[in-house]
């Protein structure tokens, strides 16, 4: 069974930073784009970031740009979104996602990904 796990959510103040990680399992995506996208309140799930199998290219939505860093760690099927300059605005669930087609390019379209995380909260004070 395919899981993909997020962790390293939580609160922090404006201006802060985390390290969200996604930990899959139950097949390997070293070769599949994966991605961020997050979801607020009253607001539908949006892109944030993503990474193509070989950390040769990523992709950011235009509001993380500059602050946000997507990486992999394919021998941990593992991906991560670094955080940092956090704005009250970035509150949401975050979640991993993963797609299927090899080789494929970094993609924002949420079509292209078959496979999601639970979901992680942070929450940025102002």
């Known amino acids: 069974q395919v899981q993909l796990v997020e962790s390293g959510g939580g609160l922090v103040q404006a201006g802060g930073s985390l390290r969200l990680s996604c930990a899959a399992s139950g097949r390997s995506f070293s070769k599949s784009t994966m991605g961020w996208f997050r979801q607020a309140p009253g607001s539908e799930r949006e892109f944030v970031a993503a990474i193509r199998w070989s950390s040769s290219s990523t992709l950011y939505a235009d509001s993380v740009k500059g602050r946000f860093t997507i990486s992999r760690d394919n021998a941990k099927n593992t991906v991560y979104l670094q955080m940092n300059s956090l704005k009250p605005e970035d509150t949401a669930v975050y979640y991993c996602?993963?797609?299927?087609?090899?080789?494929?390019?970094?993609?924002?379209?949420?079509?292209?990904?078959?496979?999601w995380g639970q979901g992680t909260q942070v929450t940025v004070s102002s």
């Open positions: 996602a993963a797609g299927t087609l090899l080789y494929g390019l970094a993609s924002p379209d949420p079509v292209e990904y078959d496979y």
